[in-house]
């Protein structure tokens, strides 16, 4: 029987590293996606042994590297069942000290990365004629307001309206979906802690605003997302992965009795 085929944006660390692990155990044929090839190179030397993979440097932003990257996956692996769409940055900061620079490269490639990824393989899971699914990252960011993070904000309030229309005009054949984690032990978080001068002080206060008292990792995320992606009656869906985050008001403090 054939490996499903299922590309990873954003492969080269944290919740894409720990998804393309988990496919590649459960038996699907994976794409590695990201700009730095040689952290793409060390992932890829953990799968295990037999694993069908592709390793391809790409950024997101760019439309020439997207539509390359897919055409050389599916020359080399086959069409794509499935698309989970990891990459990302933030860049914390007040409204009145974020560059539009920064701004700019955050939509890029938390948004416009996404809808170019789908864009690019939506074609080829179409031609297929089998069902695909897309896996988009959103986050606790794109229903809450969170102080100092403007363009993150935004950013994933995009993912989840691009996920919405893209599930109600792909169906039946494809299915799209959102997986909207709280915070995550991550490299990216780790570094939005290193800007604060204590990384101790701010993992603790980023524990203390999560109602489960627990910060995810990124393994136990990839088990969420493989999920979602191959749950057959799901498309639209926007996932909380987030430990309470959003239902609890973030940044309210205990009302006194």
Same mark, same amino acid.
């Given at each position: 029987m054939t490996s499903p085929v299922t590309i990873v944006t954003g492969a080269s660390s944290g919740i894409g590293a720990a $998804?393309?692990?988990? @496919?590649?155990?459960k038996g699907h044929a994976v794409a590695l996606l990201a700009r730095d090839e040689a952290a793409l190179r060390e992932v890829a030397a953990t799968l295990p042994a037999g $694993? %069908?993979? %592709? !390793?391809?440097?790409? *950024?997101?932003?760019?439309?020439?590297q997207v539509a390359d990257a897919v055409a050389a996956v599916v020359a080399e692996l086959g069409t794509p069942?499935? #698309? !989970?769409?990891? =990459?990302? !940055?933030? !860049?914390? %900061?007040? #409204? =009145?000290?974020?560059?539009?620079? *920064?701004? *700019?490269?955050?939509l890029a490639v938390n948004l416009t990365g996404t809808f170019l990824m789908c864009q690019a393989v939506v074609?080829?899971?179409?031609?297929?004629?089998? &069902?695909g699914s897309i896996l988009n990252f959103g986050s606790e960011a794109g229903s809450i307001g969170m102080p100092h993070y403007s363009a993150y904000c935004a950013s994933k309030?995009?993912? #989840?309206? #691009? $996920?919405? &229309? @893209?599930?109600?005009? @792909?169906?039946p054949l494809v299915r799209v979906n959102a997986l909207c984690p709280g915070p995550v032990d991550t490299p990216m978080l780790r570094s939005e802690f290193a800007l604060t001068g204590d990384v101790d002080k701010a993992y603790q206060a980023e524990v203390g605003r999560v109602p489960l008292q627990a910060i995810a990792t990124a393994a136990e995320v990839a088990d969420a997302a493989v999920w979602l992606l191959h749950a057959g009656t799901a498309t639209g869906t926007a996932l909380a992965l987030d430990g309470g985050t959003t239902v609890a008001c973030y940044g309210a403090e205990p009302h006194q009795h």
């Open positions: $998804t393309v692990r988990l @496919l590649a155990h $694993t %069908s993979f %592709s !390793v391809r440097p790409c *950024d997101v932003t760019v439309p020439e069942f499935g #698309l !989970v769409n990891a =990459a990302g !940055v933030c !860049v914390p %900061s007040p #409204l =009145a000290q974020t560059a539009p620079a *920064d701004w *700019d490269t955050t074609p080829h899971m179409c031609a297929l004629g089998k &069902a309030a995009g993912v #989840l309206g #691009l $996920t919405r &229309a @893209l599930a109600a005009e @792909l169906a």
